[in-house]
């Protein structure tokens, strides 16, 4: 069963501000999120901790790739 999260729940798991939010989903590069009645919405918990894995992964990847290049560097 997917667990769905209210709004102040995605602020306290990835630090972003409402507006960051709302110009990321905008942007694509973010969770969108679902209508669950006229005026309330939610985000399905996994997608927003899947975003929050992915933004580890990339820095994980870039730290690597920046070691690469010092390899590099310091082998000239």
């Known amino acids: 069963m997917k667990k769905i999260i209210k709004l102040p729940e995605v602020m306290a798991i990835t630090t972003f501000s409402r507006s960051t939010i709302y110009r990321l989903i905008e942007m694509g590069e973010f969770p ?6 006229e005026r309330s919405i939610g985000w399905i918990e996994q997608e927003v901790l899947d975003y929050v894995d ?3 992964d990339q820095r994980e990847v870039s730290h690597k ?4 290049v010092d390899l590099e560097v310091k082998s000239c």
Do not use: G, H
């Not at 969108?32 to 009645?37: C, E, F, V």
């Not at 790739?65 to 690469?68: G, K, N, S, Y």
């Open 32 to 37: 969108i999120q679902i209508k669950l009645a």
């Open 54 to 56: 992915n933004c580890i």
């Open 65 to 68: 790739v920046t070691e690469l």
